[in-house]
């Protein structure tokens, strides 16, 4: 639902068996599983730089793993944030491969604004290629189970393929 102005709102129902119609209950209410995938259409360059962020999107899905589709478009940006929760305490590794350049970011907890960098691409790799440069992989970064962290990739596509994944390590994994 988008309100663009006035005074519209949006209610979201359903008919639960032997019930009549009526809200659902925020208690019934989970978005877990999913990240948001933002793109910018017909933006040039191959720098993450070259991403509107401030502006509103071209188009707006959900993913239900970290990867974006391959070979989508030329000439666009995209975001693809959401929330990740620590099944276990201990030191996590994270990659990020893309084509072209790409920026991985997680927060030290849930708020946005405490983000940091902390794997990118700066020229390109193909599908899943973790090790092209020794920058796509993050240092070990400490986790706390149940706790929730935001993380948000950034990618830009210039033209050719294109690709974004961002892979991890829990505790104990190589």
């Known amino acids: 639902f988008y309100e663009r102005g006035g005074g519209a709102e949006c209610r979201l129902h359903w008919t639960p068996p032997g ?33 509107p962020t401030g502006s509103a999107p071209t188009s707006t899905t959900t993913l239900t793993s970290f990867e974006a589709p391959s070979n ?7 975001r693809v944030r959401g929330y990740i929760t620590a099944p276990a305490t201990g030191n996590y590794r994270f990659w990020i491969a893309s084509d ?14 405490n983000r940091r960098r902390v794997a990118r691409v700066i020229g390109q790799t193909n599908p899943r ?10 240092s070990a970064i400490s986790l706390v189970q149940g706790q929730v962290y935001y993380v948000e990739a950034l990618q830009k596509e210039g033209v050719g393929s294109d690709n974004l994944a961002v892979g991890w390590a829990k505790p104990g994994q190589s």
């Open 129 to 138: 290629q973790w090790t092209k440069e020794s920058n796509q992989r993050s």
């Open 72 to 78: 989508w478009a030329d000439n666009y940006g995209t």
């Open 19 to 51: 019930q009549q119609d009526q809200a659902i209950p925020q208690s019934q209410l989970r978005a877990t599983g999913t990240l948001t995938r933002e793109v910018w259409t017909g933006v040039t360059g191959n720098n993450v730089s070259n991403i």
């Open 100 to 113: 072209n350049a790409s920026e991985l970011w997680l927060s030290t907890n849930s708020n946005p604004a």
